[in-house]
């Protein structure tokens, strides 16, 4: 499954940056023009995922991608929201290149009253180098 493209094999890639979600929902994606948060991996679709907040909780929905979604080592079936608990990792397409974990989850009321980021997610690199923001 995929597109066949291999030129990012052997090759470094730039690990995407911790991000914060600051909105209720937000697209995940390769291209710019398409969604909220910007992943610039070959493996991550133009417009890959849907993350929402609801109620005090953080869900994932797979937008029919190339590569797939997971929840830990756990495939999400395209267009079915599942639940992503704190360190659960998220992962968009290729686990060491787009690996993400929720570290941080308040609802949006809290979040502005006392100031605080909302929600904060780490990411881990194929080295083992943790970066949060």
């Not at 914060?20 to 390769?30: A, D, L, Y």
């Not at 610039?40 to 929905?61: E, F, M, W």
């Not at 998220?90 to 605080?116: P, S, Y």
Request: hydrophobic share 35%.
């Amino acid at each position: 499954v995929g597109d066949g493209d291999s030129r990012h094999l052997g090759s470094k890639v730039q690990m995407p940056d911790a991000f914060e979600i600051v909105s209720n929902e937000v697209t995940v994606g390769q291209v710019p023009e398409k969604v909220n948060i910007v992943i610039p991996i070959a493996t991550v679709s133009g417009l890959h995922a849907r993350i929402q907040k609801k109620d005090g909780n953080l869900s994932v929905t797979d937008l029919d991608s190339t590569n797939g979604t997971f929840i830990d080592d756990k495939r999400l079936r395209p267009g079915v929201p599942a639940t992503v608990l704190p360190a659960n990792y998220v992962i968009f397409g290729d686990i060491h290149l787009a690996m993400f974990r929720a570290t941080k989850l308040q609802n949006v009321e809290a979040a502005t009253k006392a100031e605080e980021p909302e929600d904060k997610v780490e990411t881990d690199s194929p080295t083992g180098n943790r970066e949060t923001s």
